[in-house]
């Protein structure tokens, strides 16, 4: 099993930059999508962004396109997510998960997770 703990959130204004870490413990031999999703007050946990440990393939959210960076260092058994151009839109709890099987945009594939770090874009 793999234990995953985000850390990098905060309060931060719109236009903001903040980069998020997941330091992954354990059963470290990963080869397989590291993804990070988010969850806003009242919604579902929704995708933000996925890379293949391995070959460093990477899947984006619509809404994150181009402002979101998602990159691995696996001396550090570490995935990152940079964010840039924060919106307030983009605040919720931020979760790193380990892909098992299926879709990587669906949470169901992912066996997995982290406890969550709080991010908050004030307008």
């Known amino acids: 099993q793999v234990q995953l703990v985000e850390s990098g959130g905060g309060l931060v204004q719109a236009g903001d930059s903040l980069r998020l870490s997941c330091a992954a413990s354990?059963?470290?031999?990963?080869?397989?999508?590291m993804a990070w999703f988010r969850q806003a007050p009242g919604k579902e946990r929704e995708f933000v962004a996925a890379i293949h440990w391995s070959g460093g393939l990477t899947y984006y959210a619509d809404s994150v396109k181009g402002r979101f960076t998602i990159s691995r260092d696996k001396a550090k058994n570490t995935v990152y997510l940079q964010m840039n151009s924060l919106k307030p839109e983009d605040t919720g709890v931020y979760y790193c998960?380990?892909?098992?099987?299926?879709?990587?945009?669906?949470?169901?594939?992912?066996?997995?997770w982290g406890q969550g770090t709080q991010v908050t874009v004030s307008s």
């Open positions: 354990g059963r470290t031999f990963i080869s397989t999508f």
């Open positions: 998960a380990k892909h098992n099987s299926g879709s990587v945009y669906s949470t169901r594939s992912y066996d997995s």
